[in-house]
């Protein structure tokens, strides 16, 4: 049985800059007792570039000694919630176990001395690498180019739409709308309004998936396209995407792919062949490189042949068995400075040759029957919005809880977090009222699982016969409810104010 213990934690009473004594530093770089010696003169150009001299600076860096900073950040990790020590269901956000594989290729020593300023002609090996991810990923996904160039999902929106806004552009057609499923998430519509396209939504029907009857009324010559996410936020395949796709490209538009879900398709389902013309990838979410705590990330690109001039720049040739960087004229121009977050391509280079198209079938299928798994064990406990199957995650909502003792989504995810589980996804996606949004991916094994649900179903029993527990919850935590806006808008960062009594319990 999968075993959970209350932490036992050190509390770290300081912030780093609570350390601060005047000259306390851990080692002097500046007397090596051996020189150490750089003879390639790309590099030493490029360090001296990097040298960022501190000592004319208004920042006030705090000075610490070597053994402080060590202690203050693992104690302040050890408090953190992360994939590498419990269960992290957060549907959506596909939280999957990063194979250490990953990490010992991303580390090794070559690729810690590479700099982005050094010249193309010795990064030839790296380039190779980039190059191999682009084609692993347009063979997985069915399109013709990809740009590793995007540094998350959102930015490869961003990438994606700007595309789109510059084909029609160079056509002359002034497209200035987006259509936008009620289900997307919050990128999408964010995204279109960033680059001041105004979104026209349209809603999920009663089984949770897009009409194409609803998309053919909406779909106005001054409509730039749909972004579609399949499966949906609801784990739910778009089963109309054939049509949909046929009556956006009939009116001219374009159809992007948010592939966030990719992990419910991958060697099953490839998007360039069911209508997409272009589509992101989270390599941080399918491809099992880190994420969380704001990156780096990797959102690539991929898009359909007529739109391969417009991928941003710089793009990756080649041409006898040499790599180059090519800026194309149509390019929507550089969407970030130098190259992709090389150690994520890197580590999605390391998943993807360790997997191979027969374990990619394997973990999709492992994927889809994990969230099945646990949709069928929490049927009768917890309201499903549809009745639908679903894929890789599952949505449930709080209907019965509320009705039975006013128990919310919110009151249960912060009672699912004394059992030391992250919680789901909870509000999202906004077309179910209440939403609990789980996504268990396929590196959970059954034992997690039935962990999960076992805690789901105790909660569901409280919620009936002790729901103060509930609403009082979380008891094993450090911080229990803080307010959420206050939070985010005043944190409390030292100590001080802790006691002061500015406590966000
Ligand atoms: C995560 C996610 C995004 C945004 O991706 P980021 O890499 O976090 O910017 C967009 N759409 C969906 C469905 C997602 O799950």
């Not at 396209?197 to 998309?215: A, R, T």
């Amino acid at each position: 049985m999968y075993n959970y213990h209350k932490s036992n934690n050190q509390i770290e009473n300081k912030t780093i800059f609570e350390y601060n004594s005047k000259n306390n530093c851990g080692i002097d770089i500046s007397t090596p007792e051996y020189k150490i010696e750089i003879s390639n003169n790309d590099i030493k150009e490029a360090l001296n570039h990097s040298k960022y001299d501190i000592s004319n600076s208004n920042a006030f860096l705090p000075e610490a000694s070597e053994f402080q900073v060590i202690r203050h950040f693992t104690i302040i990790s050890r408090n953190n919630f992360c994939i590498d020590t419990n269960i992290y269901p957060l549907g959506s956000c596909t939280m999957k176990y990063n194979p250490r594989i990953n990490e010992w290729v991303a580390n090794l020593k070559y690729f810690d001395m590479l700099h982005p300023l050094m010249e193309v002609k010795d990064l030839q090996f790296p380039l190779s690498l980039m190059w191999d991810v682009q084609n692993y990923l347009a063979e997985i996904s069915g399109f013709h180019s990809v740009s590793l160039q995007p540094a998350a999902g959102a930015h490869s929106e961003f990438t994606g739409l700007s595309i789109m806004k510059k084909k029609c552009f160079l056509r002359n057609e002034n497209r200035k709308k987006i259509l936008v499923p009620d289900s997307a998430h919050g990128t999408n519509p964010a995204t279109a309004n960033m680059l001041n396209l105004e979104v026209v939504n349209i809603k999920s029907n009663e089984h949770g998936y897009l009409s194409s009857k609803d998309v053919l009324e909406k779909m106005t010559p001054d409509v730039l396209g749909i972004m579609i996410t399949n499966p949906n936020t609801l784990g739910i395949f778009e089963k109309e995407i054939k049509d949909i796709s046929d009556i956006v490209h009939k009116k001219g538009g374009y159809v992007y792919g948010d592939g966030a879900n990719l992990n419910s398709l991958l060697s099953y389902v490839r998007p360039g062949d069911i209508g997409f013309d272009l589509l992101h990838f989270n390599l941080h979410k399918t491809f099992s490189t880190p994420h969380g705590g704001g990156g780096p990330g990797c959102g690539a690109i991929g898009v359909i042949k007529s739109l391969e001039d417009f991928l941003p720049k710089p793009t990756i040739k080649t041409y006898k068995k040499k790599f180059y960087l090519s800026n194309k004229k149509k390019s929507i121009g550089f969407i970030k400075s130098f190259y992709p977050n090389f150690s994520i391509v890197l580590r999605a280079w390391t998943y993807i040759r360790s997997m191979g198209g027969k374990n990619f079938k394997k973990s999709t299928s492992l994927a889809v029957l994990n969230a099945n798994y646990i949709r069928s064990k929490l049927k009768d406990l917890y309201h499903l919005p549809y009745q639908t199957d679903s894929l890789h995650e599952v949505v449930i909502s709080d209907k019965k809880q509320k009705a039975q003792s006013n128990i919310t989504a919110l009151d249960i995810s912060k009672r699912i977090m004394d059992f030391k589980v992250h919680p789901p996804t909870i509000y999202f996606p906004l077309n179910v009222p209440g939403a609990i949004m789980i996504e268990p991916t396929e590196t959970e094994g059954k034992d997690e699982i039935d962990y999960l649900c076992s805690v789901l179903t105790i909660i569901a029993n409280e919620a009936k016969n002790n729901p103060e527990i509930i609403r009082t919850a979380p008891h094993n935590t450090d911080v229990i409810r803080p307010d959420e806006i206050e939070a985010v808008k005043k944190p409390i960062l030292t100590w001080n104010q802790y006691q002061e009594g500015h406590a966000p319990r």
